[in-house]
């Protein structure tokens, strides 16, 4: 039995269209823990403070999603927040015992925007693709030594209706039972060697 961690950085959930309806969509799929993040940290999230809790979060799951809205082309502030704390723990100062381990994990992103597919390209409306806009976090995997996934990403998110919000909620557990299958023989480490080397 292996486990999958959806950390869900929305800036207000309770105002959010797309990504509730996409995270309880998971939420239903077996060993997939899905973590609303605002909730736990509504006044942000501190290396000190926080970084030894979310590391060995990190370190009970098998597979990671960062589900998010793409804000201003970028990813919301707690989820930047969330890498400043949390992952340079893990890879800079408790390397050793956090981050070696932590290696080897895949990675998704999960992410909604507000405009057509089409506008994310060259000389489109937005001038860059949606994978130059994940770039950064692509670099940070990378850099992490967690293998990359294929982006889930759902366009026109606010503007869906119910019943497209549903199809793509459907859509994206689908995806990710696809993902967790094919990624269960990515894996580096087995739970049972993670937790003994720790």
């Keep these: ?3 999958t961690l959806i950390l869900l950085f929305h800036p207000d959930p309770a105002h959010s269209k797309a990504n509730v309806v996409l995270a309880a969509a998971a939420a239903k799929l077996p060993d997939v823990e899905v973590v609303n993040m605002q909730a736990i940290y509504p006044d942000g999230i501190d290396l000190s403070k926080d ?4 590391a060995l979060r990190l370190l009970e ?3 990671i999603v960062l589900q998010f809205p793409i804000q201003w082309y970028s990813t919301p502030s707690l989820l930047k927040a969330w890498q400043d704390a949390v ?4 890879f800079y100062i408790t390397y050793e015992t956090e981050g070696r381990i932590f290696e080897g994990t895949p990675l998704m992103v999960a992410a909604t925007a507000g405009n057509v597919p089409d506008a994310y390209r060259s000389g489109g409306r937005n ?3 949606m994978n130059a806009l994940l770039a950064p ?3 940070t995997a990378h850099r992490c030594g967690l293998p990359w996934t294929e982006p889930f990403v759902l366009y026109r998110a606010d503007k869906l209706s119910a019943e497209a919000l549903d199809a793509a909620a459907v859509e994206y557990a689908a995806a990710l039972k696809r993902w967790i299958a094919g990624s269960t023989a990515l894996c580096v480490q087995e739970p049972e060697l993670r937790r003994a080397a720790q």
Excluded: N, S, Y
Excluded at 51 to 54: S, T, Y
């Design 1 to 3: 039995m292996t486990k």
């Design 51 to 54: 970084g030894e809790r979310e």
């Design 61 to 63: 799951c098998d597979r």
């Design 87 to 90: 992952l340079t723990r893990m």
């Design 127 to 129: 001038m860059f693709t």
């Design 137 to 139: 976090l692509q670099a």
